[in-house]
């Protein structure tokens, strides 16, 4: 199993342009998740799906979108780039509602400048 | 609603001494807790998990962590660390209603081991 994957690593963009960050998982896992990682400041949840078709925002939406067309792949997009968005981005998945599930697995991340 | 607070954002030690990280949280409801541990240019692996039962957990690497209701306290120990543990360490909560994917991140204590 790969895991959860993302790409790219790295990404540098400017102010105003937009980009999708992939994030796929070959582990079935009901529950994708994506957060956000600025220094100091912990984990903010953006989006997050409970399955193929249902998605949520989480505590920091703004400026960002998502889609789960399939189980695997939960895109996120960003529109219109703006420095606040500079970050460390990270997907993760986890198996569902049973309490031994609720463990997250993560991505290597993306790191994202905008400038 | 719910938090998270790690009460050192750093930690130096010296290799093979005892560490602890402190972890408190705040929550209105039941909740299950967690230990993740990010090691550089990584995303965020389990360490450990509080579901129920013991209150004294075992995880990965010689860690342990103490859940304590009364101080509403998760704090995670290790009797002797390696230069190898050095990472960045958090700690999370989730409500056991909601399926894990309200999951909180505490904002991070970086770990820093010294030969």
């Known amino acids: 199993n790969a895991g959860v994957t993302q790409t790219p690593k790295f990404r540098i963009l400017k102010i105003g342009q937009s980009m999708t960050l992939q994030c796929t998982q070959d582990m079935n896992h009901n529950y994708m998740y994506w957060y956000r990682q600025d220094p100091g400041m912990g984990l903010k949840l953006i989006y997050y799906?409970?399955?193929?078709?249902?998605?949520d925002k989480g505590e920091v939406p703004n400026g960002y979108n998502v889609s789960r067309s399939t189980t695997e792949d939960f895109p996120l997009r960003l529109e219109l780039a703006a420095p606040s968005q500079t970050s460390v981005y990270f997907c993760?998945?986890?198996?569902?509602?049973?309490?031994?599930?609720?463990?997250?697995?993560f991505g290597p991340g993306t790191r994202l400048t905008v400038t | 609603a719910q938090s998270v607070t790690q009460l050192d954002s750093q930690v130096p030690v010296f290799e093979e001494a005892p560490v602890e990280l402190r972890c408190n949280y705040s929550s209105s409801v039941s909740v299950y807790l967690f230990w993740y541990v990010q090691y550089p240019n990584q995303g965020l692996q389990l360490l450990l998990k509080y579901l129920s039962g013991s209150t004294l957990v075992k995880g990965i690497n010689g860690f342990e962590a103490e859940f304590n209701k009364s101080q509403t306290s998760f704090h995670l120990r290790k009797p002797s660390v390696h230069i190898s543990d050095t990472a960045e360490y958090f700690c999370?909560?989730?409500?056991?209603?909601?399926?894990?994917?309200?999951?909180?991140f505490g904002a991070g204590t970086r770990l820093f081991v010294k030969a």
């Open positions: 799906s409970v399955g193929a078709g249902i998605t």
């Open positions: 999370a909560v989730s409500d056991i209603n909601t399926g894990g994917f309200k999951t909180i």
């Open positions: 993760a998945s986890s198996h569902g509602t049973v309490p031994s599930s609720y463990e997250q697995y």
